[in-house]
């Protein structure tokens, strides 16, 4: 059974630091790619931020410079650090494992308010 578990959200003020974490379990993890969404209130999800199986990354235009995707394939957990919060940021965030078959999360809360 593949099971992929958020944790880390919470609520910061305006300009504060989150990390996010994913565990994941029943895939090789190393295989797959992995990638943060996150989907606001009334919007439609869209892409935060992915990372291959080798690495490389790729990141929304809106949190380039902010945050930063990581993985360590010897725990089956991808990161996300977010700094320099902004309101906008507010979502749930959800991780998803992509190789020969898709996976999600149940997402995590982040809410950015003074």
């Known amino acids: 059974q593949v099971q992929l578990v958020e944790s880390g959200g919470g609520e910061v003020q305006p300009g504060g630091s989150l990390r996010l974490s994913c565990a994941a379990s029943?895939?090789?993890?190393?295989?797959?790619?992995m990638g943060w969404y996150r989907q606001a209130p009334g919007k439609q999800r869209e892409l935060v931020a992915t990372?291959?199986?080798?690495?490389?990354?790729n990141y929304a235009d809106s949190v380039k410079g902010r945050f930063t995707i990581s993985r360590d394939n010897t725990k089956n957990t991808v990161y996300l650090q977010m700094n320099s919060l902004k309101p906008e940021d507010t979502a749930v965030y959800s991780c998803?494992?992509?190789?020969?078959?898709?996976?999600w999360g149940q997402g995590t809360q982040v809410t950015v308010s003074s």
């Open positions: 998803n494992a992509n190789f020969h078959s898709v996976y």
């Open positions: 029943g895939i090789t993890f190393r295989f797959y790619s």
């Open positions: 990372i291959t199986s080798r690495s490389s990354t």
